[in-house]
């Protein structure tokens, strides 16, 4: 499914072009989520990006991770979820996934400690609180 590739693509461009940014000591686009400044001191961390189904913060529907170690990408993984609730017809029009994405994906607690063995003891990057309010309401 293109939409499965589709995210993944766009927080491995959210992770290169930050990296680009360091790098080169930009702040193109970082200010919002103001990671920068943390990983700034660091070299390696996590980034994780979350699409819900609807305007309920734990209706995730997708999750991806950006693993970077020595600011080289090291380990990519993305999972559909299903959220158990309804697609909103304004969330599919920000991310493309429907019902019939997900009928055959695991509940977000089928997903959990896959998810939690690639972020424990390491510093999680999110672009906007969003994705943290997601996880944390999942």
């Not at 293109?2 to 790098?23: E, K, P, Q, T, Y």
């Not at 697609?87 to 998810?115: K, M, Q």
Request: proline share 2%.
């Amino acid at each position: 499914n293109a939409s499965r590739l589709i995210h993944c693509r766009v927080l491995r461009h959210w992770i290169v072009s930050g990296i680009a940014d360091l790098n080169s000591n930009k702040r193109n686009g970082w200010e919002r989520g103001d990671v920068l400044t943390s990983v700034s001191r660091c070299n390696s961390f996590v980034a994780v990006d979350v699409e819900t189904a609807n305007s309920d913060r734990g209706s995730i529907c997708q999750i991806g991770v950006v693993s970077v170690e020595q600011r080289q990408i090291v380990d990519e993984w993305q999972t559909l979820v299903d959220p158990g609730t309804p697609f909103s017809d304004r969330n599919v029009s920000i991310h493309g996934l429907t019902a019939w994405d997900v009928e055959f994906a695991p509940a977000f607690s089928g997903i959990y400690d896959c998810l939690m063995s690639r972020m424990t003891g390491k510093i999680v990057a999110c672009h906007t609180m969003f994705d943290r309010s997601a996880l944390r309401a999942a």
